[in-house]
């Protein structure tokens, strides 16, 4: 009888009959949510978004589009802290705070040490950056790290530690670089230097050094192709200018790139722009008179066609606030400031997107007025922890 009713039986696609390369396109272009849920559902699906070539090609789709990952708290009560992923900041975004691995057992809130395809690593010491957590969000997956190996004693107390976070594509491996200084005889401090491998799974010390540079206080390493970089006080030769302290993290060796002159008289911070190490330099809060600069520079090391690499400078804006300090990049294409002066009325924005290439600027309706803030640009991904 179904024969005669004129209607063609209806055939149902499977999976099973597309070609795998057109499964495999579509799946990578899901959210990290959908895929977690579908790992249950087929164990080909599984296997497949497992794999370091879908997870590969899985970020490479999200990584044109980062969200922004902000940590922040409250700078005089030290609570009404939080992190906060913000889906497009630019747009009527959506936020979420996350929650943290960990939180409720820990003497303090965790700092932020870098973000990398998905993979956050926290410091969660009281001090000294002792202590770490490798935590993907997209997966809610995290693993506390074996205690680094350098740490301090009675005899030899550490003095200051500085660290970066960062993907080594030469060995396929994500790394954290813990740099610490010892308090030295002399004027200059003693420095040691650890790597923790997440291929490998352990820290270990390696002998390089870097020398003719004293790292500048309260910064992370900046990851900037394949390399890790902190701001450093220039010295003999270098005296009359800072330094970046870039570390390659593919064949684990120190060099020292000059800075502009210019950055003698005002504060750096060390930025990732298009790709390129850049420096953004502003005016010094407090500086002696006729030390201080009153404008904004922002300088990019380009490459020329003779192979060299040589500064640039891409912007210069004169009289610029005090109160205007530039934290980082979104998208490696935008500057992100905020604004550290007195609260003019409730609504003031205090976060603020600035585009070097048309001098365009953006505020965004995140309040941090009166919080400490850090932003990262943030990818979901399937990158496991482990």
């Known amino acids: 009888m179904n024969s005669c009713s004129g209607r063609r039986p209806r055939i149902m696609a499977s999976s099973s009959s597309l070609p795998q390369n057109t499964i495999t396109d579509i799946l990578s272009r899901l959210p990290v949510k959908s895929l977690t849920r579908f790992k249950s559902v087929s164990k080909n699906w ?64 965790p700092k932020i040490v870098g973000s990398v395809d998905g993979l956050v690593c926290l410091d969660i010491s009281p001090c000294y950056a002792s202590d770490f957590v490798m935590w993907n969000p997209g997966t809610k997956q995290f693993k506390r790290l074996p205690l680094p190996l350098i740490s301090s004693s009675r005899h030899n107390p550490i003095w200051m530690v500085f660290h970066g976070f960062g993907f080594d594509s ?30 490998e799974g352990v820290w270990k010390e390696i002998e390089e050094r870097f020398e003719l540079a004293l790292l ?29 302290i870039s570390f390659d993290m593919g064949r684990e060796v120190f060099k020292t790139v000059p800075l502009p002159p210019v950055t003698r008289y005002g504060n750096v911070k060390v930025v990732s722009y298009m790709g390129l190490l850049a420096v953004a330099v502003y005016p010094l809060v407090f500086a002696a008179s006729g030390n201080n600069m009153n404008r904004f520079e922002f300088w990019v090391l380009s490459d020329c066609e003779d192979g060299t690499k040589r500064w640039t400078n891409l912007v210069v804006i004169e009289n610029f606030s005090k109160s205007l300090v530039p934290v980082g990049t979104w998208r490696d294409r935008e500057l992100v400031f905020k604004y550290m002066g007195a609260r003019d009325r409730e609504n003031q924005s205090s976060i603020f997107l600035f585009d070097p290439v048309d001098q365009r600027t953006r505020r965004l309706a995140i309040d941090c007025v009166d919080f400490c803030f850090e932003g990262f640009s943030y990818v979901e991904s399937l990158v496991p922890v482990n």
């Open 46 to 109: 599984a296997d497949l978004t497992s794999s370091p070539a879908f997870i590969a090609a899985h970020i490479r789709r999200s990584s044109p589009d980062p969200y922004l990952l902000i940590r922040r708290y409250h700078s005089q009560s030290g609570w009404d802290y939080g992190i906060w992923l913000i889906t497009d900041p630019t747009l009527n975004f959506g936020t979420q705070l996350l929650r943290t691995p960990l939180e409720q057992s820990l003497p303090r809130f």
């Open 170 to 199: 030469f060995n396929i491996d994500y790394k954290l670089v813990r740099i610490v200084s010892f308090r030295g005889n002399d004027a200059s401090p003693f420095l040691r230097v650890e790597v923790y491998s997440w291929r």
């Open 216 to 244: 500048c206080g309260g910064q992370d390493g900046v990851v900037v192709d394949g390399s890790l970089n902190w701001s450093a006080i220039g010295l003999q030769r270098f005296s009359d200018r800072k330094v970046v």
